[in-house]
């Protein structure tokens, strides 16, 4: 197999689809023919046609698409997939890490493999040498595939499943990630068109979390979302979301052409009728276009951040926003944080892979350069629910007109308020 795989990304360089397959079927009648010959030199029988056609189908598979990887990527139980040069180490849904067994011989084997990979990306021919190093893309199943070299001591590849399964907020709840009381303010708040931050940390299913709360958007509604690399996948739900539109950054191309950034596209969608904006990762110039956004009528908007809790979320927004090309001041950002984001919603993941939605954030207002916030909602790892403020008297208001008992929100019992 690794001979099959040199010959058919010899030293002319990567080639994509139609012409790497030929190559390597050309590869692959050349071995075959070598081993019939043999056998029949050494008096040995050879393999009838029909052998020979399953073998050289299993062959074909293994070097093109997605080669050693492809049996990996169909294991619906891993979530996963990390290459430390020939180590190979997968993490399952329930959060358990396993060592497999290599599928490349070689570091160069396996530079070899993401280069095709790159040449055949769905979003156009990408680069991955010494002069492009880091490498981004998505897989054609909609995994997606970071892939690093000489800036590493090994090649390393990395691939992180999305499965686009829709998934709502009582089978989180069954998960033991949110409560049933906290089940009925999130739902209540999506239908109320409150603007909600979800934060977290790598890994902690803020998509997951962002999946479940937009599957309680009406189906009359329009839908836009705004991707980096396609995760979300709410337009394939066609029965949930009818009028759904993908949007996906592009990078790049070979020569450095055809660049489209999320802030572009956030622009654009702002164009495109939406009743709602969702992007699937604020982290960069697009956090002023989407706060604006938010802002200005486009209310029901939703988005996730990396933070550590949903304090926190506020000055990760700010120093995004401060780094934006508008270069707002810090207390024109904060008032536009306060303008913009009704809700943060914070999800935690223990060590050993639950997760649980720890925190939610009103924000309430501005004060110079400070967002003010009140912390309404707050449960530890095992499901205590511990003390919290009480929500401002316009989002009980407005909770309730949706379904939302808000005396139900955390119990006397637990220390909470009651209003």
Known sequence: MRRLSAAAADDEGPLGG??????????????????????????????????????????????????????LLE????????????????????????????????????????RRIAAES?????????????LDMPLPDGSRLNAVMEVAHTPVVSIRRHRYRTIALAQLREAGTVDTDLVRLLRAAVR???????????????????????????????????????????HRDTAAHPDAVALHARPPNVEGAGEITVAELVRTALRMSPDRVIVGETRGAETVPLLNAMSQGNDGSLTTLHAASSAGAAAKLGAY??????????EATALLIATAVHLVVHISATPQGRRVVTSVREVVGAEGQHVVTNEIYRRSF??????????????????????????????????????
Not at 75 to 82: A, K, Q, S, T, Y
Request: charged share 25%.
């Open 382 to 419: 095992d499901g205590q629910i511990l003390p919290a403020a009480p929500p401002s008297p316009d989002t009980i208001e407005l909770l309730a007109a949706h379904g939302c008992d808000i005396t139900r929100l955390v119990g006397a019992e637990a220390g909470g308020w009651a209003p």
């Open 75 to 114: 294991d619906p139980d891993i979530e996963n997939i990390n290459l430390t040069g020939t180590q190979v180490w997968v993490r399952h849904s329930d959060g358990t890490r396993e060592r497999r067994a290599p599928i490349v011989a070689s570091e160069e084997e396996l530079v070899a493999l993401v």
């Open 192 to 234: 109320a068109r409150r603007n909600i931050v979800i934060t977290g940390g790598t890994g902690a299913g803020k998509t997951t979390l962002l999946r479940a709360l937009a599957a309680e958007i009406p189906s009359s509604e329009r839908i836009v979302t705004i991707e980096d690399v396609a995760e979300l996948g709410l």
């Open 122 to 134: 769905p979003s156009g021919e990408r680069r991955f040498d010494p002069a492009a190093p880091i």
């Open 321 to 330: 926003a401060a780094q934006a090309a508008e270069r707002l001041p810090l």
């Open 18 to 71: 139609e012409d790497y397959r030929r190559r390597a079927e050309r590869a692959i009648r050349q071995v075959l023919d070598e081993a019939a010959q043999r056998a029949l030199n050494q008096g040995r029988p050879v393999l009838n046609a029909s052998t020979e056609r399953v073998v050289a189908q299993r062959a074909l598979a293994q070097v093109c698409g997605l080669g050693p990887l492809q049996e």
